[in-house]
């Protein structure tokens, strides 16, 4: 039997719900016989495309979705705290994390779990490409590389093309699994797709 | 000890979501000793406050949304199909229901359950009061009855005062569940309401 397709994770790094699902997603897929591609995204840009807001901004849901968040934490056992800064820019780790990923797709993925532990209980502002470097640095990257990397024309380059496709595809919200070729949204949907992983469908 | 407070269900006859819920929440609310008040609200007077938009119009969204409907019935188990107009005018078979509900509520969530099956898995179209007054025929309910009932003036109102009174709580999609004040949005969400119910929060 050949091996299964990996699935794909998308996320921003400012998306409560997407950090709930990266607690989740690895082990999901492992149990399963599946490898993860871990893909940021930033929703700022799929907003542009779909009119929709960020949550917070829309009466009555944005309270309602303050307190989902955590509610919702809690229920996945998860350790969870609002950022102060909400929603933030994600441009700065999601540069960080596909430069990596271009030397070393683990260390990719452990950064983007530094970076989501360090937004979400940590209530840091990884917003800066000065945090990032910081939280780089703590898994070995040297921090004058991570902020040199965020300049770099061809990094930048290799976020708007891995948005720009994650749009194509149907992406409008973060988190997103694709398990061969069908999309799930929201962390709220890791059990349809574990059943997809398992049945092939249904 | 005393009886556990009864669980409130709101939804829009229109949603797919809530159709899908309406299948699961009066099970999910015996079985933790629970009665269900059922309360259809009008998505249409909700959107007014929030800026939201129904599903299918959001791009990207709609064309998910319409693929998640019936995916998410079939994961549930629950027979469905996508009405041939679609988003629909829920008022009448709100109405009637209140209406209902001043009599009978049992027989007031029959018809809802009753509606909700003939515009789902039916196809049919239950906006107009006539085919209303048809789905309340097959429990017994006299059609002139059913026919009168939607333009009475006091029927009317209690709709209104209704929707207004599920906004003021917070409601502002479709389905909602209210256990002893908390509040859960979503057929994806049953799963928490109901840990809400036997935990009393987390």
């Given at each position: 039997?050949?091996a299964?397709?990996?699935?794909?994770f998308?996320?921003?790094?400012?998306?409560?719900?997407?950090?709930?699902?990266?607690?989740?997603?690895?082990?999901?897929?492992?149990r399963?016989?599946?490898?993860?591609?871990?893909?940021?995204?930033?929703?700022?840009?799929?907003?542009?495309t779909?009119?929709?807001?960020?949550?917070p901004?829309?009466?009555?849901?944005?309270?309602?979705?303050?307190?989902?968040?955590?509610?919702?934490?809690?229920?996945?056992?998860?350790p969870?705290?609002?950022?102060?800064?909400?929603?933030?820019?994600?441009?700065?780790?999601?540069?960080?994390?596909?430069?990596?990923?271009?030397?070393?797709?683990?260390?990719a993925?452990?950064?983007?779990?530094?970076?989501?532990?360090?937004?979400?209980?940590?209530?840091?502002d990884?917003?800066?490409?000065?945090a990032?470097?910081?939280?780089?640095?703590?898994?070995?990257?040297?921090?004058?590389?991570?902020?040199?990397?965020?300049?770099?024309?061809a990094?930048?380059?290799?976020?708007?093309?891995?948005?720009?496709a994650?749009?194509?595809?149907?992406?409008?919200?973060s988190?997103?699994?694709?398990?061969?070729?069908?999309?799930?949204?929201?962390?709220?949907r890791?059990?349809?797709?574990?059943?997809?992983?398992?049945?092939g469908?249904?």
């Open positions: 039997m050949s299964k397709a990996p699935i794909d998308y996320f921003d790094f400012s998306s409560p719900y997407g950090y709930i699902a990266s607690t989740q997603i690895d082990a999901i897929a492992a399963n016989g599946r490898a993860v591609v871990w893909r940021p995204i930033l929703l700022g840009v799929v907003f542009k779909t009119g929709m807001a960020p949550l901004s829309v009466p009555m849901k944005g309270e309602y979705s303050v307190r989902d968040f955590a509610r919702s934490a809690r229920f996945y056992g998860v969870y705290a609002m950022p102060k800064q909400f929603p933030f820019n994600a441009v700065q780790p999601s540069r960080v994390f596909y430069w990596l990923s271009g030397r070393d797709a683990d260390l993925r452990r950064f983007a779990q530094a970076a989501f532990h360090a937004a979400f209980p940590g209530q840091q990884i917003a800066a490409a000065e990032c470097a910081g939280i780089a640095a703590t898994l070995g990257v040297k921090r004058e590389e991570t902020l040199a990397a965020v300049n770099d024309p990094v930048k380059e290799k976020l708007r093309t891995e948005v720009d994650a749009i194509k595809r149907g992406v409008f919200g988190p997103f699994i694709v398990v061969d070729g069908e999309l799930f949204w929201g962390a709220d890791l059990d349809q797709a574990e059943r997809w992983m398992k049945t469908g249904w």
